[in-house]
């Protein structure tokens, strides 16, 4: 147990039986009042916002975290197989933990495995940006770049996105993993 007070910005905490990260936590003093601390959680689960006020002497359950690097051998089921690099141990992580981000995500990619006590995972964390190959696009009509029209791609793991006009099939795109958003051409 840890008081308020110990915690910082990114520490997981149990509040209310779920695990949530700290957002946001400010110290106050209004007036003629006692001092309280502001904080904002997103539980790591459902991804909801939490806020609560607490008074300096309240303790908390801080969670024992430890984040590794794993990479994504392949999709069995309902899971995701994981592999360390270092001692080549795999590991089995639920598909939610990833959420939207697992549509754009291929074997081979390192993703963060965020572990409470070192064994259970609690959270997953694609790269911010993939590279991926179109497999399939509609040719583009030559000297139609002006405007920013964009088309459908199916990209070789089989999730469509929006590209622009001059994206041929076989090329190679930037795909931001939080949004789904095709980012740049890549050579």
């Given at each position: 147990?840890?008081?308020?007070?110990?915690?910082?910005?990114?520490?997981?905490?149990?509040?209310?039986?779920?695990?949530?990260?700290?957002?946001?936590?400010?110290?106050?003093?209004?007036?003629?009042?006692?001092?309280?601390?502001?904080?904002?959680?997103?539980?790591?689960?459902?991804?909801?916002?939490?806020?609560?006020?607490?008074?300096?002497?309240?303790?908390?359950?801080?969670?024992?975290?430890?984040?590794?690097?794993?990479?994504?051998?392949?999709?069995?089921?309902?899971?995701?197989?994981?592999?360390?690099?270092?001692?080549?141990?795999?590991?089995?992580?639920?598909?939610?933990?990833?959420?939207?981000?697992?549509?754009?995500?291929?074997?081979?990619?390192?993703?963060?495995?965020?572990?409470?006590?070192?064994?259970?995972?609690?959270?997953?964390?694609?790269?911010?940006?993939?590279?991926?190959?179109?497999?399939y696009t509609e040719p583009g009509i030559q000297g139609d770049t002006a405007t920013r029209t964009l088309k459908p791609a199916t990209l070789e793991n089989g999730t469509e996105i929006r590209v622009p006009l001059f994206i041929n099939t076989g090329?190679?795109?930037?795909?931001?993993?939080?949004?789904?958003?095709?980012?740049?051409?890549?050579?």
């Amino acid at each position: 147990m840890a008081t308020i007070s110990d915690l910082s910005r990114g520490n997981y905490i149990r509040y209310n039986g779920e695990i949530v990260q700290i957002e946001e936590l400010q110290h106050r003093t209004p007036g003629n009042l006692r001092a309280f601390y502001q904080v904002k959680m997103r539980n790591v689960r459902n991804g909801k916002i939490v806020e609560n006020r607490f008074r300096p002497g309240d303790e908390v359950d801080r969670l024992n975290v430890e984040t590794r690097e794993y990479q994504y051998l392949y999709s069995d089921g309902e899971s995701l197989v994981c592999m360390d690099n270092n001692t080549f141990d795999q590991i089995y992580i639920d598909k939610e933990l990833l959420g939207e981000s697992l549509k754009y995500i291929k074997e081979g990619t390192t993703l963060l495995i965020t572990f409470e006590n070192g064994t259970t995972p609690i959270t997953a964390q694609a790269p911010p940006h993939v590279v991926m190959q179109v497999q399939y696009t509609e040719p583009g009509i030559q000297g139609d770049t002006a405007t920013r029209t964009l088309k459908p791609a199916t990209l070789e793991n089989g999730t469509e996105i929006r590209v622009p006009l001059f994206i041929n099939t076989g090329d190679n795109v930037k795909v931001d993993t939080r949004t789904g958003e095709y980012v740049e051409r890549v050579k």
